[in-house]
């Protein structure tokens, strides 16, 4: 049975382990860290910097086994209405066994248990159509947006496919 509790500064290790290369990273964190490999300490001063604000909260998802996923919520609005789901990931040797699913579930139950969240969102690049179907799966919409969003990812231009999630 998967649970839901914060990040763990030893935790970083392990997450950063299931970035296999320099694309897989891209498609994580976009152009968040400078270079690969991320190095925990990295992960660490970045998370805290973020924490500092109050709209930051870094969970892991973990089983009787260990830790197998990670997620970061985020909240965009000051009124702490809207949060924004970033930095998912499952262990490598564990995607397509329902883990991610899992992971948003168990997130999104969060979510709206304890912040009173209004609203959901993500991004996720159009070159990552597993995460897509993920999200998808656990019941994130595709979202109408003014403009689309592109990223250069390793010297090409991305869509960032935007998603939301309202009960």
């Given at each position: 049975m998967l649970k839901l509790r914060p990040f763990k500064e030893q935790d970083a290790k392990d997450i950063l382990?299931?970035?296999k290369d320099e694309e897989a990273l891209?498609?994580?964190?976009?152009?968040?860290?400078?270079?690969?490999?991320?190095?925990?300490?990295?992960?660490?001063?970045?998370?805290?910097?973020?924490?500092?604000t109050g709209k930051f909260f870094p969970m892991t998802a973990f089983d009787e086994f260990g830790i197998v996923?990670?997620?970061?919520l985020r909240f965009i609005d000051d009124n702490k209405q809207i949060l924004r789901?970033?930095?998912v990931i499952v262990d490598d040797k564990k995607r397509g066994e329902g883990y991610g699913k899992e992971l948003l579930r168990?997130?999104?139950?969060?979510?709206?248990?304890?912040?009173?969240t209004k609203k959901i969102t993500l991004g996720v690049l159009e070159n990552n159509p597993s995460a897509l179907f993920c999200y998808k799966a656990a019941g994130f919409?595709?979202?109408k947006t003014d403009s689309e969003?592109?990223?250069?990812?390793?010297g090409q231009n991305r869509k960032c496919i935007e998603l939301e999630y309202e009960r």
């Open positions: 382990s299931w970035i891209r498609k994580w964190s976009l152009d968040v860290y400078e270079s690969y490999p991320v190095k925990p300490k990295d992960m660490l001063n970045l998370y805290k910097s973020m924490e500092s996923g990670h997620i970061t789901f970033g930095f168990l997130a999104i139950d969060y979510s709206y248990r304890f912040f009173g919409k595709e979202s969003k592109y990223y250069s990812v390793l």
